[in-house]
């Protein structure tokens, strides 16, 4: 017996919770893949509070974010497999073929449209070239969250963090309040990567130090961590040598990026942003492979959930309605000037003639004052000034398109 | 003038009087002092081919380091009399890839058989921290043991593998030229035929058709097909596990300390467990192997360590090679002392960069250093342009266990009659290693008279590698056992049946570092992010310990430090 549906959603953290909401409110047939036991992704180990201000203007933990979403999927008839793994996806004539591989067996799924909601993985000790031994003790924040909130065991004592993103900052807090003790925070960069309520909540609330231009070269100890390297760094993040400082401790806690994961994006040939490191993609999510979405973080890293559910969303929208008519795919590209990092999404899919589009950019340094622009030719569609512009901290803005927008125009994105 | 006042004069002329030799029995001693460790090195090389056919020994160094000292071998902090009083037939020390294929080989005779391990596992040193080639034996000679264990060794791979369920193909390996070698190339290959290696010349259409992303300025190739991957951790543990079937004890966290000497005979071997009474020695014990010598009374060689580092790639850069890659390096053929390194595809598909090559006085320090990734990297960009460090997810360091001679020591003791060495391993030791074993099982037989074991059985069940079987058979297992379908590293695809699986085998495995050498969870580009607290958690349920009890790797490494603040038990 071959499951047929019209949108298969791969991951069930937040984007994937409110894209399977909105794909069947619009009324498609829709499964939810997850692979762990239990849904909510990474949100089950965010205690923390801060979650949905924008969404519901209250302050949530984590779990209590997802399981609104949970809750309001419970209403939906989405199709939930929980323990799943997709072993593979492949295109079919009317769709994609998934795979999928549980405690109950293997089986076939079809699905007209795919949505990847997989998140993001974190980068490791490796990838930033933190070279020495590999004792125990060593490990990304995720991970000692996981241990730390889910299991109720501490992975350290007297622990270091390098990198100063919102993961690292929580987890500082977080290890304080359970007993440990943190030495310090340590950001290659000269500016920290997390948002400044993280930084005054997590660090400055508990006279943690951070130190900045500065990052952690090697790992000593053969069973357990026993100490670190730490070494200032130049413009480069390069380490300068004669710089070195050695600090006892017994976990290192790496906060040091995350990497929206795509593989399988990728082996059906979606092609990735360089920057982002997710699939180009229009408003919607679409990614240049037809019917194949993606959105919250596997298509590009956000620093606010609820800009995750919207993403989810707009995705699970346009992939329900997919289903409902053969489109033309008819593009406009969105391009920035060198001042942004990027922007998201990369085109826009006029199909449908959208009178707005939603635009997330990030920029690549801090600013001061900074006047936004977004240009259709001669026409300006949004003017904006903003006050401060920082890389950590994502920007939204909506545009108005005018009704003679057509495939090929080109909306330039500039600061000033 | 003597061959020793020659190399006396030599020595003097070459390192200004700090260094002399004299002989000592049957081998030669090179004394003196120093800080640095390289021109020792270099001094020790000097003195070694000064006495090439002069002895049956080897060189021995004894010349003072005065550098910062190495620190001693690292023992397992276990004490206990577990051991004590046993008296096995063959007592081998070291569980590395040669130790292990030994113990299996002599278990095909009815002998008692212990291999002693210092590490909380089997391939913990330089047997899992290599590139994992079969080689074809390309830099070897003639005149070297290790090209005749290496040529046999190479030709039983399939077989090995095959009986031990160990995953192992012939991936071949290309050594690429620049543009215009073609002719050269013919000449090359009248070489290695001579060497009764087979070769084929691609010229540069065929190569690229192989190899798209090659260096332009690399214009055609000799392709050696009987170059092959294997992974050496995996083998090991085989080899073991086998062993283990077919009657031997391994014993890990296992120390040799010391051993009681009477009349050219070994009496009493002193361990951290006790003391065992064998009647014949293996000494297999690595860059260590120096050190068992010397306890039993028959140090004729020593070991230079010499440190390589490989780093691995993400599967997604897998494509560039199918092949094991060697830029052409002239210097291969008129005798360095190293491979020059290459782009290694491992038997798990991913490509491998490495090693390079540095003289350490270190025997244990496993340590990386970004240099050797910088200049791995660099150099093997030469071959491949679109190598870059976004594509590294890990790297590691193994330390060779060189002699002088620059080859394996495989005899019977010099001056010890019951003592037979598996010593100088380096590469090719892993291709190596079946021949070797054949060879040290037969030596050992001279010494104790023993009859075939008629249930022995070469055979051994591996692990299942669930995503690699074909939808039929991988449902059926599932159905069998639905732990088979719940997938928790998913870089590498490892379901919780596997690491539950590899929790029960013949050979203990007990930390996470252990299930990650059996099944691979870990080894993908999250590097366990994902899956190291999964298996953690399985780990504690199987073995029925608390979490807090499961150890990344050694005792000492437990992976968490008890409860929160807010869990059961209050800090």
Redesign the interface.
């Known amino acids: 017996m071959f499951e047929q549906y019209d949108v298969a959603v791969i991951g069930g953290g937040p984007a994937g919770l409110a894209a399977a909401i909105a794909s069947s409110k619009e009324g498609a047939s829709t499964l939810l893949v997850e692979r762990e036991g239990r849904l909510g992704g990474i949100l089950k180990q965010c205690v923390h509070d801060g979650f949905g201000v924008i969404r519901f203007g209250e302050k949530l933990a984590g779990p209590e974010y997802a399981q609104r979403y949970i809750n309001e999927l419970k209403e939906t008839d989405v199709q939930v497999s929980l323990l799943t793994f997709v072993d593979k996806i492949e295109k079919s004539k009317d769709g994609f073929t998934l795979v999928l591989v549980s405690a109950q067996g293997m089986r076939r799924v079809g699905a007209k449209a795919v949505i990847l909601a997989t998140g993001c993985r974190e980068r490791t000790a490796r990838q930033v070239a933190i070279h020495g031994t590999r004792p125990a003790g060593v490990l990304t924040a995720g991970a000692a969250q996981f241990y730390t909130n889910i299991l109720g065991q501490l992975p350290g004592r007297r622990c270091a963090v390098l990198g100063s993103g919102d993961i690292g900052l929580i987890m500082t807090r977080r290890l304080t309040l359970e007993g440990a003790q943190v030495l310090g925070v340590y950001e290659a960069k000269s500016i920290p990567s997390g948002l400044p309520r993280n930084i005054a909540q997590c660090l400055n609330d508990f006279d943690i130090p951070l130190h900045l231009r500065k990052t952690v070269t090697r790992c000593f100890g053969h069973e357990r961590l026993e100490a670190i390297e730490i070494s200032d760094v130049d413009e480069n993040m390069t380490p300068l040598p004669g710089t070195e400082q050695i600090i006892e401790c017994d976990a290192l806690i790496l906060s040091v990026g995350l990497i929206p994961e795509n593989e399988l994006a990728e082996t059906l040939g979606a092609s990735l942003h360089q920057v982002t490191r997710g699939p180009v993609c229009d408003q919607n999510g679409q990614t240049e492979i037809p019917g194949l979405f993606s959105c919250g973080n596997a298509a590009h890293v956000n620093d606010l959930v609820d800009y995750v559910s919207e993403s989810g969303e707009a995705a699970g929208r346009a992939a329900a309605m997919l289903n409902s008519e053969c489109l033309m795919l008819n593009y406009a590209e969105i391009s920035v000037d060198n001042n942004f990092l990027y922007a998201m999404p990369q085109r826009i899919d006029l199909s449908g003639s959208p009178e707005e589009v939603i635009v997330y950019f990030r920029s690549r340094d801090e600013r001061g004052k900074t006047g936004f622009s977004a240009k259709l030719g001669d026409q300006v569609l949004l003017k904006k000034i903003f006050q401060t512009l920082r890389p950590p901290e994502m920007e939204r803005v909506v545009l108005k398109l005018p009704p003679g927008v057509k495939a090929g125009d080109l909306v330039r994105l500039e600061m000033e | 003038m003597d061959w020793i006042a020659r190399t006396n004069e030599e020595l003097k002329k070459q390192f200004a009087g700090r260094y002399t030799v004299r002989r000592e029995k049957e081998h030669l001693v090179l004394e003196g002092g120093s800080g640095d460790w390289q021109e020792i090195v270099e001094a020790g090389f000097a003195a070694a081919r000064a006495a090439k056919g002069n002895i049956k020994g080897c060189l021995v160094n004894d010349v003072r380091f005065t550098g910062e000292q190495p620190k001693p071998m690292?023992l397992p902090n276990i004490e206990d009399q577990a051991l004590e009083g046993m008296k096995p037939d063959v007592l081998v020390i070291g569980g590395g890839v040669v130790g292990c294929a030994i113990a299996r080989e002599l278990t095909r005779w009815k002998l008692d058989v212990l291999l002693a391990e210092k590490e909380c596992d089997v391939a913990l040193h330089t047997s899992a921290r290599n590139d994992g080639m079969v080689h074809p034996g390309l830099d070897l000679r003639k005149s070297k043991l290790k090209y005749w264990y290496n040529k046999r060794g190479n030709e039983m791979y399939d077989r090995v593998c095959g009986e031990l369920e160990v995953p192992f193909a012939r991936t071949g390996q290309l050594l690429c030229f620049p543009k215009g070698y073609t002719p050269l190339l013919y000449l090359f290959k009248l070489y290695w035929n001579n060497l009764e290696i087979p070769s084929v010349v691609l010229k540069k259409k065929a190569l690229y058709e192989k190899i798209p992303d090659l260096d332009t300025k690399l214009g055609c190739a000799l392709l050696f097909p009987t170059a092959g991957s294997v992974c050496p951790y995996g083998l090991t543990i085989a080899f073991a596990e086998n062993a283990i079937e077919n009657g031997a004890v391994v014993s890990l966290n296992t120390a040799v300390l010391g051993m009681e000497l009477e009349d050219r005979m070994i009496k009493s071997v002193r361990t951290n467990r006790g003391t065992v009474y064998p009647k014949v020695v293996v000494n297999a014990a690595g860059v260590f192997s120096e050190d068992v010598a010397a306890m039993a009374g028959d140090r004729f060689f020593s070991i230079h360590p010499r440190r390589g580092t490989n780093s691995i790639l993400d599967k997604?850069a897998s494509h560039l090679s199918l092949f094991n890659l060697s830029p052409i390096l002239i210097s291969h053929l008129v005798g360095s002392h190293t491979k020059g390194g290459g782009i290694i595809r491992t038997i798990h598909g991913n490509l491998l960069l490495g090693p390079d090559a540095v003289e350490t006085p270190e025997k244990e320090n496993?340590?990386?250093?970004?240099d050797s990734?910088d200049n791995v990297l660099h150099k093997q960009r030469q071959t491949i342009g679109e190598l870059g460090?976004g594509q590294?997810?890990?790297?590691?360091t193994g330390v060779r266990a060189a002699t002088f001679e620059e080859d394996f020591v495989i005899r019977r003791g010099l001056y010890t009659e019951n003592i037979v060495h598996a010593a100088g391993i380096q590469s090719p030791g892993l291709t190596a290693a079946p021949a070797i074993a054949e060879d040290i099982t037969r030596m050992v037989l001279d010494q104790v008279a023993a009859e075939k074991n008629e249930s022995f059985n070469p055979h051994r069940k591996a692990i299942v590698n669930a995503?690699e079987l074909p939808?039929e058979e991988?449902?059926a297992l599932?159905?069998e056992n639905?732990?088979y379908?719940?997938?928790l590293c998913?870089c590498e695809?490892v379901?919780r049946g596997e690491i539950a699986a590899a929790l029960k085998r013949p050979l203990p495995c007990d930390s996470v570092d252990g299930v990650k050498r059996r099944v691979r969870a870990g080894m993908g580009?999250?590097?366990?992010?994902?899956c190291?607290?999964q298996v953690a958690?399985v780990i504690a349920k199987e073995l029925n310990i608390p979490?807090?009890q499961v150890?990344?790797?050694?005792?000492?490494?437990?992976?968490?430090?008890?409860?929160?603040?807010?869990?059961?038990t209050h800090?």
């Open positions: 690292r997604k496993f340590a990386t250093l970004r990734i460090h590294i997810i890990t790297y590691f995503a939808e991988r449902s599932i159905a639905p732990d379908g719940v997938i998913r695809q379901s580009r999250c590097q366990g992010g994902f190291g607290p958690q979490l807090e150890r990344k790797s050694g005792a000492g490494s437990e992976v968490l430090l008890g409860a929160t603040k807010g869990g059961d800090v």
